[in-house]
């Protein structure tokens, strides 16, 4: 079974930084790009960042450039974004999605269930 | 920025009742359209991707057409299982990845 098992979300400071990991199963997790998408409380989806399967080039939303970092790990089927500089509108539940076919750009056919990351003094 | 607008925002319809969301783009994306569906709680779960193809597992009533910047997705005869938000993105060549701002389906 295709998984994806999001971890590392919680309560932080704003300015504070936080590390989320995304654990994959089931399929070939080095021939896939992977991207995170976050969900403010009771707003809509977002893009946040994408990084290509062997990790050569990543891409984020204007909204969190400079600030966070995607990146992965094919060894262990492991796909992080540090979060650095973390503001109160960063507050989402954040989710690690794969495309259904190994392309850099695709629909996400698997989601993680996510985790919530709240930025708060 | 390619920006994807969703209309309408929410809609209410009985059940067994045609249901018609629209997706428009700013500019064109050939068939490069995914509608998802979320229930409330739920992790997001994709419906259709280009423009017109059904995921596997997804029940037929659902149904997709479009290309360029006209989008629609509809479910035929509108169940109670269908609540939920709908979401499309858009996902040609390169970011943003940007998702259409929800329709929100309820039953009368």
Redo the contacts between chains.
């Keep these: 079974e295709v998984q994806l098992l999001e971890s590392g979300g919680g309560l932080v400071q704003p300015g504070g930084s936080l590390r989320l990991s995304c654990a994959a199963s089931g399929f070939s997790f080095s021939s896939y790009a992977m991207?995170w998408g976050r969900q403010a409380p009771g707003k809509?989806?977002?893009?946040v960042s994408?990084i290509r399967s062997s990790g050569d080039g990543t891409?984020?939303?204007?909204s969190v450039k400079g600030r966070f970092t995607i990146s992965r790990d094919n060894s262990k089927n492991t796909l992080y974004l540090q979060m650095n500089s973390l503001r109160a509108e960063d507050t989402a539940v954040y989710?690690c999605a794969k495309?259904?076919v190994a392309s850099?750009?695709?629909?996400?056919?698997i989601?993680?269930?996510?985790t919530m990351v709240t930025v708060s003094s | 920025d390619i920006q994807m607008t969703q209309s309408p925002s929410s809609l209410s319809a009985s059940v067994g009742d045609r249901v018609t969301i629209t997706c428009r783009a700013s500019q064109g994306i050939s068939n490069y359209l995914a509608w998802y569906q979320q229930k409330p709680g739920k992790v997001p779960n994709l419906l259709i991707y280009a423009a017109s193809t059904l995921q596997s597992g997804v029940p037929s009533r659902f149904s997709g057409s479009g290309s360029g910047t006209d989008f629609t997705l509809t479910i035929s005869s509108l169940q109670p299982e269908d609540v939920a938000t709908y979401y499309c993105q858009r996902y040609n060549s390169g970011p943003p990845l940007t998702f259409g701002g929800g329709t929100k389906v309820e039953i009368k």
Excluded: M
């Design positions: 991207s809509g989806l977002e893009w994408t891409y984020y939303a204007d989710y495309p259904a850099v750009w695709g629909a996400f056919d989601w993680g269930q996510g």
